[in-house]
């Protein structure tokens, strides 16, 4: 594990000889965002297609009451996060998949579920407050290297997903009984996609907390969709927002001394912007 972080964070040197990148903890905050933001943006354009933004919020703070039930139980709470928001992602998917009910409703009824779940535990538990605080701002200035060898893996899996499964994904989207005729496994794809969504978002509180998690996700995909008419191109102009916000965020918090995660979503928000203003002055055809 040294070994590779190692030779990373010797190529980083290379790569980045500034101020801002000597120290290990600004290295280790840089791959930490370029690891987590680009696979949260690629997963937000079918989530934003689908009208789906307020999913990733609901696996958001499901990850706070994961996080209540670690300290609770005295278990890792970054084990319980991932655990309880892979569990409310694949009961989401199946509700849906079993009533008749939009996507919204669903996942509204689990939002709220999960939240007040996550109250109970905390007003039982007077002393669990300041347990969660790095979980609900994020930090990626206190990543350990395990968490980034957790990210690298995970970058690589969505990766391998999203290269075998975007376009079934987008097909669903469009509609799903035309995907049914097309050989979509349409239940078995949702859950996966669920699932993939619940392991990025977890791994992206590290980075921005849960507070702002869902911005990871929604704001590339928006501002992809401002200057982008294809999937593929969506998908290529979210990824880049999301790696251009990261890095950028981690300079600007450096020399504005502002809190990093709030300083990516900030970034990238202004790429929103850019992108919106140069969506409403171009000509139409």
């Not at 101020?19 to 290990?24: D, K, S």
């Not at 409310?88 to 579920?113: H, Q, Y």
């Not at 918090?253 to 140069?278: E, P, R």
Request: glycine share 8%; hydrophobic share 60%; with cysteine.
């Amino acid at each position: 594990m040294e070994t590779i972080l190692s030779g990373v964070f010797a190529l980083m040197d290379r790569l980045l000889p500034f101020a801002f990148a000597e120290p290990a903890f600004m290295k280790r905050a840089l791959l930490a965002l370029l690891l987590t933001a680009p696979p949260a943006a690629a997963l937000g354009v079918p989530l934003v297609q689908h009208r789906m933004a307020f999913f990733s919020d609901a696996i958001g703070h499901s990850a706070f009451t994961g996080v209540a039930l670690g300290v609770l139980l005295g278990v890792s709470p970054s084990w319980t996060m991932v655990a309880f928001g892979v569990i409310v992602a694949v009961a989401i998917a199946l509700v849906k998949e079993r009533t008749e009910l939009s996507s919204d409703t669903v996942i509204g009824v689990f939002f709220s579920t999960v939240v007040a779940l996550g109250i109970a535990i905390i007003s039982r538990e007077k002393g669990l407050t300041r347990n969660l605080q790095a979980f609900l701002y994020g930090d990626p200035l206190a990543v350990t290297d395990a968490e980034l060898l957790w990210m690298g893996a995970l970058f690589l899996l969505v990766s391998a997903y999203l290269a075998f499964l975007y376009n079934r994904i987008l097909l669903l989207g469009i509609h799903a009984g035309f995907a049914r005729t097309k050989g979509v496994r349409g239940p078995a794809v949702e859950i996966s996609f669920a699932l993939v969504v619940a392991l990025v978002v977890t791994a992206a509180i590290h980075a921005v907390g849960i507070l702002l998690v869902t911005a990871l996700l929604v704001i590339p995909a928006a501002a992809a969709r401002n200057v982008a008419w294809r999937a593929a191109s969506a998908f290529w102009v979210s990824v880049g927002v999301a790696a251009l916000s990261g890095f950028a965020g981690i300079v600007a918090s450096w020399y504005l001394d502002t809190a990093t995660g709030a300083t990516v979503v900030l970034a990238t928000a202004a790429c929103f912007a850019v992108t919106a203003l140069y969506r409403a002055t171009r000509p139409r055809e």
